[in-house]
């Protein structure tokens, strides 16, 4: 059974770089889109990003100039930064596997638990 | 804010049916697979229904998924206390730049 689990600060000074990682266990990290999706307190879910095993990435417009996602393979774990970071971006933070084809997302089957970030000073 | 339009909240009886649509475009629901998510309170969400209509394994029959043209649809037939939760459609946008997106979420409640 394929398991996702965040770590990383849950408190993030606001201009600062919010940092994650994603180790996952189970199954191998090779193939899949490996995506971070937030969820702000009351509100819906936002896709955040994603990166193919082999490196290649694409991130949500929004946040593009602010987020970078990358992986390591031999570690099992995949990682988000996002920069510049006010109290808008303030939320519970999923590390999640995708399916898809050609780059194109289409499901998110397996997720984490979940990690609120809070950027506050 | 969302390019997928779902009622804000349905509800219904124990044991009746219910649907929540999921308005979209032909950039994203016309022409890309639709998912959807089950969200119970303070969990993580859980897919539902990927490609359309394919539920995964451990996934009740009760969960239908279903889509045409630009609008999507999810069915939940004998309604239990238990599926009480948030639920969000979900579909690749095909536009300039390409990026998934969720729909605006739904709230059901069973009276």
């Known amino acids: 059974q394929v398991q996702l689990q965040e770590s990383g600060p849950g408190l993030v000074k606001p201009s600062e770089t919010l940092s994650l990682m994603c180790t996952v266990s189970?199954?191998?990290?090779?193939?899949?889109?490996w995506s971070w999706i937030r969820q702000p307190p009351g509100k819906g879910l936002e896709w955040i990003g994603y990166?193919?095993?082999?490196?290649?990435?694409n991130y949500n417009p929004s946040l593009k100039s602010r987020v970078t996602i990358s992986v390591d393979t031999s570690k099992n774990q995949f990682s988000l930064k996002l920069s510049s970071v006010t109290a808008a971006d303030t939320a519970i933070y999923y590390c999640a596997r995708g399916g898809g084809s050609y780059y194109v997302l289409y499901y998110f089957d397996y997720w984490g638990q979940g990690t609120l970030v809070t950027v506050s000073s | 804010q969302s390019v997928l339009t779902q009622p804000p909240s349905v509800s219904a009886a124990p044991g009746q049916k219910v649907t929540i649509s999921c308005s979209g475009s032909s950039s994203n629901i016309g022409n890309n697979y639709v998912s959807w998510y089950q969200q119970l309170p303070g969990t993580a969400p859980k897919l539902l229904i990927y490609?359309?209509?394919k539920r995964p394994s451990g996934i009740p029959d009760r969960f239908s998924g279903s889509k045409s043209g630009t609008s999507a649809t999810l069915g939940i037939t004998g309604l239990q206390t238990g599926d009480e939760a948030d639920y969000y459609c979900?579909?690749?946008?095909?536009?300039?730049?390409?990026?998934?997106?969720f729909g605006t979420g739904t709230k059901v409640t069973v009276l």
């Open positions: 490609d359309n209509n």
């Open positions: 979900g579909t690749w946008d095909s536009s300039l730049s390409a990026h998934f997106v």
């Open positions: 990166i193919y095993y082999s490196g290649s990435t």
């Open positions: 189970g199954g191998s990290i090779s193939s899949f889109y």
